[in-house]
């Protein structure tokens, strides 16, 4: 069911001239209320801003408002990663943070401007990243925050974003790092890519998701948890707490397809409670060798409970 304020958002958004079937473009790809929430959240932001450029700023600062309260509140960066509005830190106003890293050295304006070089006037993107919490706590906890390319009425980019704290993962999330890292591989090269995947900080991972990658023959080559170790152990077989042989089940799949999603059931947290868990995995080929690119996560709640 949607929340009154996604009502009140949804009214908002089409009040300022955005199309309904983009919002559905937009939304429908998403599981949960509170991503749903936040993306249309932001892209009402970006229209009012397409509409007045840096005049919404004065929209966006008034506490106890729509745009600004203890659920959300809006940050806007210019394209070369100078901070050119945030509520909660206006000491950051007229900084350029593009060399920015948070605790574990991830490039978080960067990752943000990054966004605005992509050709499309509305492109959009996510970014994760760890982040002080003003209401919660001051060590930096886990932030996702949704970001959306704005050319103002003078033609200037920008990036305008909002996040929230340790949100739901969602199945695209870990779809579209998966794509990015593989996008990396091929860029860069097996070599250099794979170093580059064993080091976390470089925003490839996501809370407690990270990418791992296996050869043919199912030895784990890659992954964050062990850095400096080339081969570790074999998914061939891999069998979960249900007695399910999942290696076998996946890799029969893949000699057909490029790609596969796979549920199981494995411990999770301080209570090794048994949990579904979701992997993803695509093959590719490198060098003329098959490899696979995986990604693991914990639903936060069953599908059907959305």
């Not at 749903?36 to 700023?57: I, Y």
Request: with cysteine; proline share 4%; aromatic share 14%.
């Amino acid at each position: 069911m949607l929340t009154k304020n996604f009502l009140i958002l949804l009214l908002i958004f089409i009040l300022t001239g955005i199309a309904l079937a983009s919002l559905r473009d937009k939304v429908s790809q998403y599981v949960y209320g509170d991503t749903k929430q936040l993306v249309l959240f932001v892209e009402n932001a970006a229209a009012l801003m397409e509409q007045k450029g840096t005049g919404a700023f004065k929209d966006f600062d008034q506490k106890n408002s729509y745009w600004f309260n203890n659920n959300y509140y809006l940050f806007v960066y210019s394209i070369n990663g100078e901070c050119v509005f945030h509520p909660i830190e206006p000491s950051l106003i007229g900084k350029n943070l593009i060399n920015f890293q948070d605790i574990d050295g991830r490039p978080v304006i960067e990752m943000i401007t990054d966004i605005g070089y992509q050709p499309a006037k509305d492109a959009s993107g996510w970014v994760f990243y760890k982040w002080e919490d003003p209401y919660q706590s001051s060590f930096p906890q886990w932030k996702s925050s949704y970001i959306r390319k704005v050319i103002s009425p003078d033609k200037k980019v920008y990036l305008i974003g909002s996040g929230l704290y340790n949100m739901k993962l969602e199945r695209v999330f870990i779809k579209q790092q998966v794509d990015k890292a593989i996008e990396m591989i091929y860029t860069k090269g097996k070599i250099t890519g794979f170093n580059a995947l064993r080091f976390p900080e470089l925003n490839y991972d996501i809370m407690d998701s990270y990418i791992i990658i296996a050869n043919a023959s199912g030895d784990v080559i890659v992954t964050p948890n062990f850095p400096s170790i080339t081969i570790h152990r074999n998914i061939m077989n891999f069998i979960d707490k249900s007695g399910k042989n999942i290696g076998k089940e996946v890799f029969n799949a893949l000699q057909t397809k490029d790609e596969q999603w796979i549920s199981y059931l494995w411990p999770k947290g301080e209570t090794q409670r048994l949990t579904r868990k979701i992997a993803y995995i695509r093959k590719i080929n490198l060098d003329n060798e098959c490899h696979y690119v995986i990604m693991d996560y914990f639903p936060s709640i069953p599908i059907w409970m959305k």
